[in-house]
């Protein structure tokens, strides 16, 4: 708790990770509202729709909002980019206090708006933290950036759940927007505490895309990270379609069912992120990546075997606890081989790409359970997630000295 207790001291970073934590747990209540609508409204037609809205536009929106986090100063970038989207999601309780219920097409267009915009603080929260703390803290403030995910998956929907049955999802909605005017007010508190180096054209006369990508394509640690990671999205995608089926077909569970496995994932991933922000973790950072993915996708072969409810509860709580570090790791790796002045659109680029894999391994997952049944979509769902990791512990690159932790120089005497 000590390195916990430590950044937390930081007025700076305290306030920027609050003002995240706070939107973040808005945002995940918003979902489950914004679902909810537009299931009354036309049942799983209008979900299916607004899926499609809330995350076609990330493409777009991520390459397009790491430039403008490079160009511009990235707290007035996330200044607008949160006022915006407050005045979106209000304006549904709005109308529903002023013309009845909202209609889909504003439900789609506040989902469609919030998907080409959210990378911004995805990308744009991970590129202040190093301006704030110190380079032997990086790992435990990645450890708090996941842990603020984490806690709005765990307590999000539940809150939302409840917050809908009493007063209205529209109610919900209005609470995000009092989030969003929370993380306002925390980025208005950090001004001039967050040195920025703007871009500007590079060797080859190019601030846009290109310079990221070409780093990205000569820096090996974080090229083969981002296949690594990419190709496990791909199974975690297989992983929520499959979930439903196999809490029906095999575990012979109901909704209450699901939800619990939901949970144990999440609170699995939470503790995790918990544990490893708290020590002074000192293997490569690489290779401890390649492990702990390796790891996490072998423990999802368990289910093929069937083993029950207190089994696949015990399975998911593991993955999670597996997975977790490895956000984390690799946002310190990250950190620090990426140059100040590249950051919003490398984490952008990055962050785009992994967010685009997802929808293949659902689909894939489609596939496989309407033939070869459960077991193989399992065994397909371990060989997508593990063996990039298996690969990653034979790349020389994530071996790598400057992939361990930052140490800081012992005190010199006065």
Not at 56 to 61: N, Q
Not at 121 to 138: F, H, K, T, Y
Request: charged share 10%; hydrophobic share 55%; glycine share 12%.
């Amino acid at each position: 708790m000590r390195r916990y207790l430590s950044l937390l001291g930081s007025r700076p970073f305290a306030t920027l990770w609050g003002g995240a934590t706070v939107s973040a747990f808005g945002d995940s209540m918003t979902w489950v509202a914004l679902v909810w609508l537009a299931f009354e409204r036309g049942g799983p037609g209008s979900v299916s729709a607004l899926v499609v809205a809330a995350t076609a536009p990330v493409i777009v929106g991520g390459l397009a909002l790491g430039v403008v986090l490079d160009r511009f100063d990235r707290r007035a970038v996330l200044i607008c980019v949160n006022a915006t989207l407050a005045c979106a999601v209000g304006l549904v309780p709005l109308w529903a206090h002023l013309a009845g219920p909202p209609p889909t097409w504003l439900l789609l267009s506040v989902a469609a708006l919030y998907g080409f915009l959210k990378i911004a603080n995805w990308a744009g929260v991970p590129a202040m933290i190093p301006a704030l703390v110190p380079a032997e803290a990086l790992n435990t403030a990645n450890a708090m950036e996941s842990m603020s995910f984490g806690v709005a998956d765990v307590a999000g929907p539940a809150v939302a759940g409840a917050l809908i049955a009493g007063v209205g999802a529209e109610t919900v909605l209005a609470f995000d927007t009092l989030t969003y005017l929370v993380f306002l007010v925390c980025l208005v508190g950090l001004r001039g505490r967050i040195p920025q180096e703007h871009v500007g054209p590079d060797a080859h006369g190019d601030a846009g895309l290109r310079p990221a990508l070409r780093f990205l394509w000569r820096t090996p640690p974080i090229l083969a990270t981002t296949l690594m990671f990419m190709a496990f999205n791909v199974g975690e995608g297989m992983l929520l379609v499959l979930l439903p089926s196999y809490t029906s077909s095999v575990l012979e569970g109901d909704a209450a069912t699901y939800g619990l496995l939901l949970s144990a994932f999440s609170v699995g991933a939470l503790t995790g992120s918990l544990v490893v922000g708290a020590i002074d973790w000192r293997p490569s950072l690489g290779r401890s990546i390649a492990v702990a993915q390796t790891l996490a996708g072998a423990t999802f072969l368990v289910l093929a075997l069937e083993v029950g409810l207190p089994g696949t509860v015990a399975v998911l709580l593991a993955a999670g606890l597996l997975i977790s570090p490895l956000t984390i790791w690799a946002q310190t790796i990250r950190m620090r081989l990426v140059p100040e002045g590249m950051r919003g659109r490398v984490f952008g680029v990055l962050r785009t790409f992994m967010q685009a894999t997802p929808p293949l391994g659902g689909a894939a997952a489609g596939i496989l359970l309407g033939g070869p049944g459960v077991a193989a979509t399992v065994v397909a769902m371990t060989a997508i997630m593990a063996v990039p990791g298996v690969v990653g512990l034979v790349t020389p690159a994530l071996a790598e000295s400057r992939l361990r932790p930052s140490v800081p120089a012992p005190a010199q005497p006065r």
